[in-house]
């Protein structure tokens, strides 16, 4: 199949940015979109030309390295898939497909379609961890947890920290990664001794890299490959409600 | 060639493992351990390079006993190691589900496994810390499954008779790290670990015979840095993708430790790689890497091909008598669940006699039908579902309604840096953990164990065993990055990247990468031989040499630039490569994944050479050709036997 693309270029975090366009015919339906451009960027090098930019590792939907917005739409249009798992049979010999990265305040460009999640590191490192270091841990079954709260935990916890939720949000809000964090450790008796201090300094801290906040549009749970619930932003805001009450007492 | 065993100028294999028996090794050991006053413990510097969980682990802990730590990866996040993508889960002889599991048991199994290839002493130690690793992780919040009753839940996994693996959904391996990344994130908060992401260490940088600092390149903007400390601790993964089409991810590479490599640590058993059985198979040319389906599966979906190599129906219409479960048939008592490199061996097998299904006919069926008609669609929907939908998302096919097709690939390298029993190479104060060491695995690595060894090896080893190091060279004498050791070190990393961005060839990268990977999957694969091999080495020459006057490098050094890192990487997975052919050519006998057809029995099963090749083979660099060191491996807790799972 033949597939022409228009991809943002850009190189470097202060430098204009602009579309560029290709063509690649030795598409098939079979190549991920990632492939896809691996054959773009060889087709380029031969040229003597730079290639297109772009981040991925795992290429299996668990790393979230990759993450581009492919059509408008963080991921690309399959439900439920990073970018680096969309196959081009989801396209159509013929098609233009518009490829850009994750906009958002909180995500500067480094170059072309790659950008810099850091402040994803440092929201977790403001409280989304239990606070205990190695040596000392009891018998793994000396305390019993639901079989439904570890599901609900798993859930949450699936979260691969791709931010396609922020750039799929109008407010450019990194709630759903945040609260899926806080909702993860939540649900277990370990992370819930510390549930209301980290949902106050998670939160606290989103805010001051400059992520917007949450106006309930739901395009975070529609783009997420790993479809985490934005139930568990309802309960980050209980938490970070009942935060100044119940952290005292921690 | 030349072979030692510490000649004369040459340092000597010592393996230290401790006195007593087996079971007191470690706690001899720990006794014994002089420790580091806690006041000083800040004044040292750690620098780990790798936030696996070998890397995240130790520097977790390392940061929580007190030592200041830089932490250094590739990817934009330590989150993002490659640990992040193991599936299946994590082996520990915890017996919770009363089905006779003990540590001897475990280790005994991790010993058979890999075929005899291995270190009693360290095996022995991982079993021991296993249960620990369990603890550890629920009290970070790990989120492993668990029955109605509340308690942990326990499958069983390939080559074992009990149930000792935990896993979490089919998603175990992001579990514990993002558990080690939020430890370290901790640790981080705290200001004990400064992590550095983005950065790759091009280089070693050795003192006075120590280990004292590395050679990064910023990936953001192309600096060559260097970094000081008093011992440096290598955690980053295995070489897998030499072969360029692997399950690694695609930054997994053998860059840090072949640069070590260089420096002085010795490199052992190369040549054992695991092949894993049950991976999607190769689609088209232009294929970026190859899916693992977890080797859980194997647990209820059964193996076959059909009997008639003509047979051109579709799986449902291929009716029982008409097909054949080779691996229920031939080895009766393990069936589907038998090691690894059997499987993948047999599944070769069955494709080479003609019988391999799908349009390529490099595959075999792994059908869940009988599964599904015995405990439900939903039962396997809760074990499976994930992997189910990656197989779907792939292939396009609904594997609830049409069996898998599945084919071995390369997947995990039991090979690495030599190590003691202290997990220290023969560079005094350079420490390798998790698959970049050679340790545990022997020739073959059994499911679930890797990340079992990685924990071991991060939280509960190094953190005794580095500070043994430190005590018994008094680090006062603190080397700063102003040593002219590093201004030499830079200084030669620089000029390579240099080479790479100005040579003005015709060929990318990854078409050097593919004919590499050409070469070692033909002739350093599954199967062996003398000839093969001993072409494999003069094809890779030619290659290197190629690879130097035609790869074409775009861009330039000092941006973001995807190209210039995999030439490195790629020129020194071309140098491992031949190191790879080499020690394949040296072991005149089959063993776990090294299958060298000379040496097979009447079955085709792997023959060992106990005799002649009961060793470790640690090579030491030299120019043009490395030299060979031997590491006896001398049993006294179990009998070597032929591994039998008929
Ligand atoms: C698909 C898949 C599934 C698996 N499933 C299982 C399983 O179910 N059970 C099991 O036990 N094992 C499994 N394994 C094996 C296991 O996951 C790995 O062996 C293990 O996670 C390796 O951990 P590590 O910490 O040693 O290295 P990695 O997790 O690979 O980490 C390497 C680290 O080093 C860094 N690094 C590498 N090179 C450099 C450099 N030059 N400079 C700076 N940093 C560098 C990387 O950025 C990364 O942070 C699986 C492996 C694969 C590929
Ligand atoms: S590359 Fe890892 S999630 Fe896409």
């Excluded at chain 2, 919770?96 to 002493?121: M, Q």
């Excluded at chain 2, 074990?383 to 609904?398: A, H, P």
């Excluded at chain 2, 000379?598 to 050479?609: M, V, Y």
Aim: glycine content about 10%; overall charge neutral.
């Amino acid at each position: 199949m033949t597939i022409h693309l228009r991809v943002w270029r850009q190189s470097g975090p202060d430098s204009p940015g602009f579309l560029e366009d290709h063509t690649v015919t030795e598409a098939n339906e079979h190549m991920s979109f990632l492939e896809l451009l691996d054959v773009l960027n060889e087709q380029l090098i031969r040229d003597g030309r730079e290639p297109v930019e772009f981040d991925s590792d795992c290429r299996e939907g668990i790393c979230g390295s990759c993450g581009l917005m492919v059509a408008g739409i963080a991921h690309g249009p399959q439900k439920r898939t990073a970018v680096c798992q969309l196959h081009m049979r989801s396209f159509n010999s013929g098609d233009t497909i518009t490829v850009e990265p994750f906009r958002a305040r909180a995500f500067p460009i480094v170059r072309d379609l790659v950008v810099d999640r850091s402040a994803f590191d440092r929201i977790i490192a403001a409280g989304g961890f239990v606070s205990v270091t190695t040596g000392g841990a009891p018998d793994a079954n000396a305390v019993l947890i639901s079989k439904a709260d570890a599901d609900r935990a798993m859930d949450y916890a699936a979260c691969i920290g791709c931010g396609a939720c922020v750039a799929a949000c109008p407010n450019g809000s990194a709630s759903l990664f945040t609260a899926a964090k806080i909702a993860h450790l939540d649900f277990l008796p370990q992370g819930q001794v510390e549930s209301a201090h980290r949902a106050l300094a998670m939160v606290d801290r989103m805010t001051d890299e400059g992520f917007g906040n949450c106006s309930n549009h739901a395009e975070c749970e529609a783009v997420c490959p790993k479809g985490i619930s934005i139930a568990g932003i309802a309960r980050m805001r209980r938490l970070y409600l009942m935060g100044p009450l119940t952290a005292k007492a921690q | 060639m030349t072979q030692s065993n510490g000649a004369a100028g040459q340092p000597r294999l010592e393996a230290k493992i401790p006195d007593g028996h087996l079971q007191d090794k470690w706690d001899n050991y720990k006794d014994a351990v002089a420790l580091v006053n806690p006041a000083n413990k800040r004044k040292h510097t750690i620098l780990v390079v790798g936030s696996g969980l070998a890397g995240g682990s130790a520097a977790a802990t390392l940061a929580g006993l007190g030592y200041n730590v830089k932490c250094f990866c590739i990817q934009d996040s330590a989150r993002r190691a490659h640990s992040i993508a193991a599936q299946g889960g994590i082996n520990a002889a915890k017996n919770y589900p009363n089905d006779g599991d003990t540590i001897w048991r475990l280790f005994y199994d991790t010993v058979k496994g890999g075929d005899y290839r291995a270190r009693e002493s360290n095996v022995y130690r991982l079993s021991q810390l296993s249960a620990n690793i369990i603890d550890q992780a629920v009290a970070q919040g790990v989120p492993f499954a668990r029955e109605y009753g509340g308690m942990l839940a326990n499958r069983s996994f390939g080559g074992a008779l009990v149930s000792r693996t935990f896993y979490a959904r089919g998603q175990t391996g992001q579990q514990l790290l993002l558990g080690t990344y939020q430890a370290l994130s901790h640790q981080i908060a705290a200001g004990r670990v400064a992590m550095l992401p983005r950065r790759e260490m091009l280089d070693l940088v050795v003192v006075d015979g120590h280990a004292r600092g590395i050679v990064t390149r910023d990936l953001v903007t192309g600096t060559i840095e260097r970094y000081a400390g008093d011992a440096v601790l290598l955690c980053t993964g295995g070489y897998g993708n030499a072969y360029y089409l692997s399950t690694n991810a695609k930054n997994s590479n053998v860059t840090a430790a072949w640069r070590c490599y260089k420096r002085g640590a010795f490199f052992a058993n190369p040549c054992y790689t695991q092949i894993h059985p049950t991976c999607i198979p190769v689609a088209g040319s232009y294929q970026s890497k190859l899916t693992l389906m977890s080797e859980s599966l194997r647990n209820d979906g059964r193996v076959w091909v059909p009997k008639d190599p003509a047979d051109q129906r579709a799986p449902d219409q291929i009716p029982e008598a008409d097909r054949d479960y080779y691996l229920e048939r031939r080895y009766p008592s393990f069936g589907n669940l038998v090691p690894r490199d059997v499987a993948s061996r047999a599944a070769k097998k069955e494709c080479d006699d003609g019988r391999g299904v799908g349009e390529t006919r490099l595959a075999v069926y792994l059908d869940f039908a009988d599964a599904i008609d015995r405990l439900g669609k939903q039962a396997i929907g809760e074990r499976y579902g994930n992997l189910f939908e990656m197989y779907e998302r792939i292939t396009g096919e609904n594997p609830y309604r049409t069996p898998m097709r599945i084919y071995p690939a390369v997947h995990y390298t039991m090979g690495g840096l030599w190590v003691d029993y202290e997990l220290q190479s023969t560079v005094p104060g350079l420490f390798v953990l998790g698959e970049a060491n050679f340790s545990d695995h022997g020739a073959n690595r059994l499911g679930a164990s890797a990340l079992m060894q990685g924990l071991a090896d991060g939280y509960f080893v190094v953190p005794y065993t580095v500070g043994a190091y430190l005590n018994r060279h008094d680090r006062a004498d603190s080397v700063s990055a102003d040593n002219p050791a590093f201004a030499e070190v830079q200084g030669a990393a620089t000029r390579r990247i240099e080479r790479l961005i100005n040579s003005d060839g015709d060929k990318t990268p990854t078409q050097f990468h593919r004919q590499l990977g050409i070469i070692l999957w033909n002739h350093v694969g599954m199967s062996r031989t003398r000839a093969g091999l001993t072409h494999a080495i003069a094809a890779i020459g030619e290659l290197k040499e190629e690879f130097w006057s035609r790869v074409r490098v775009p861009g330039t050094a000092a941006t973001f630039n995807k190209n210039l890192e995999f030439a490195g990487r790629i020129a020194d997975f071309i140098e491992l490569g031949d190191l790879m052919a080499r020690d394949a050519l040296r072991r005149e006998e089959s063993c776990g994944g090294h299958f060298r057809e000379e040496f097979q029995t009447a079955e085709g099963e792997a023959l060992r050479n106990d005799d002649a090749y009961m060793d470790v083979a640690a090579w030491e660099y030299g120019d043009p050709t490395p030299h060979l060191h031997l590491e006896p491996l001398t049993f006294e807790s179990v009998q070597p036997s032929t591994r039998s799972y008929k």
